[in-house]
């Protein structure tokens, strides 16, 4: 044993809280680890990193309880780091920064900055943590007008290997800074802290949403396609079919212009088909974002198993891809299962694949599915259906996102990074040559 104490909120197995502790959102990722370490700050994430590493206990870093796949924020018998009640939110006006502490979730951080007038990128979800949706890149409706989140990341704290506590930014560790937006949660160090860059938020932009039946899904996708990569950049717009038990299609997104600017803008979508209900709504810029991103309870807890997979679409689809998402959502046992998609372009496609490490500029759009279930029993089954559709649809589509990862894809580093995976490589071989913080489909050192 060594001589290094845990500290910060310490919950062993067993323990009051133990149970409420192993539950994350997605129950098919819950796992029993030896000790939580719920950290109040950078030195309780440097003693537990430090204790592990005495002890050769596994560990893990959890920040918004969202890992989409197993073993990655939680490891069975190991340590997990949970960051999430370090939530501290300090808005600097003057210079148009925030800097936030990493277990913040989206949701609060987005409308607590809006409430004071400023903007920052969010994903689709308002429980995800920030620690690890930056880290791989993040982004949601905004993000044709202002960039990923981690395009908006200027700095950032972190806990090596060893358990030093480090800064990143443009002048200081700057290739560490380069790694930590979009190689990943969890590689490189334990983040405690970033700095965004954040915009002042207009007065008032304009919503939408759009739903339509279920059996319109190929005019719906169709019209969706030829038009949502290519308008107006100041309009993001999601597109979700849902399978057909559950029965719909929906289209949502912001606008950063007048109703009758985007009335005219979304012809092209709400001419196609016949849609069963179209808001459109001006409305004060926080009240946009509440209706984006409604509220749910944190960390949250999905009723059911899920299992994702995603890609990008470099074209349009043609009929054969569009008949394997149809086939896999009219055979699909639950209601949470779907295609997901988001436009891509503008602000994103502006800046160069190698000048940070998220590598996916110039996609048409980004697309992920889902397979869900309740019973056990139904596991294997969903697995299988969610891989299928990933085989089928390899001529279609490229690479992977890595906040939405599936340890089906054996040659992960080209899926995720593309060609920035040796530069990766290379940055992980500096900051942790040992290779501590390692997890299924981490990023190996080389040397």
Not at 98 to 108: K, L, M, N, R, S
Not at 353 to 362: G, N
Not at 396 to 418: H, L, R
Request: aromatic share 12%; with cysteine; hydrophobic share 40%.
């Amino acid at each position: 044993m060594g001589s290094t104490q845990l500290t910060g909120r310490v919950i062993f197995k067993g323990a009051p809280g133990y149970k409420e502790a192993v539950k994350n959102w997605n129950p098919y990722v819950d796992t029993l680890p030896y000790v939580f370490v719920f950290a109040q700050n950078e030195f309780d994430v440097s003693n537990a990193i430090i204790w592990a590493r005495e002890n050769n206990v596994p560990l893990r870093v959890r920040s918004g309880r969202h890992a989409l796949d197993k073993n990655l924020s939680v490891v069975k018998g190991g340590v997990v780091i949970d960051v999430s009640d370090m939530q501290n939110v300090h808005l600097d006006k003057m210079n148009s920064t925030a800097t936030v502490q990493t277990g913040i979730h989206v949701g609060p951080l987005v409308k607590g900055l809006a409430r004071e007038g400023f903007m920052a990128p969010f994903g689709d979800s308002p429980t995800v943590g920030i620690g690890g949706i930056t880290m791989g890149g993040g982004f949601g409706v905004l993000s044709r007008s202002i960039g990923l989140i981690s395009d908006n990341l200027v700095a950032l704290k972190t806990v090596d290997a060893k358990g030093r506590i480090l800064e990143a930014n443009q002048y200081r560790n700057e290739d560490l800074f380069w790694a930590s937006r979009g190689g990943g949660g969890g590689n490189f160090g334990y983040n405690t802290e970033y700095t965004f860059k954040v915009r002042r938020a207009p007065k008032t932009t304009t919503v939408f949403n759009i739903i339509w039946p279920w059996e319109q899904l190929e005019t719906v996708f169709r019209a969706w396609q030829r038009w949502a990569p290519f308008v107006d950049e100041r309009l993001g717009c999601l597109l979700e079919i849902y399978s057909k038990i559950n029965g719909l299609c929906h289209a949502e997104g912001i606008f950063q212009g007048s109703k009758t600017e985007l009335i005219k803008l979304l012809k092209p979508l709400t001419n196609a088909g016949t849609p069963s209900e179209i808001i459109i709504e001006t409305l004060p810029y926080p009240d946009a974002i509440d209706f984006l991103d409604p509220d749910e309870p944190i960390p949250g807890r999905s009723d059911q198993s899920v299992k994702f997979s995603s890609a990008w679409g470099l074209n349009l689809w043609s009929e054969k891809p569009i008949a394997i998402m149809k086939q896999f959502l009219e055979e699909a046992t639950g209601t949470e299962a779907n295609f997901f998609f988001i436009n891509w372009g503008g602000a994103i496609s502006r800046v160069p694949k190698h000048k940070t490490a998220f590598f996916w500029r110039r996609p048409l759009f980004y697309t992920e599915w889902t397979a869900s279930w309740e019973k056990k029993a139904q596991q294997t089954m969903n697995l299988e259906s969610v891989e299928s559709v990933r085989q089928q649809m390899k001529p279609y589509v490229t690479g992977s996102y890595v906040n939405v990862p599936d340890q089906n894809i054996e040659n992960f580093g080209e899926a995720y990074y593309g060609s920035n995976f040796e530069r990766l490589q290379r940055v992980k071989a500096k900051y942790d040559p040992e290779n501590l913080f390692h997890f299924p489909q981490s990023i190996p050192p080389s040397f």
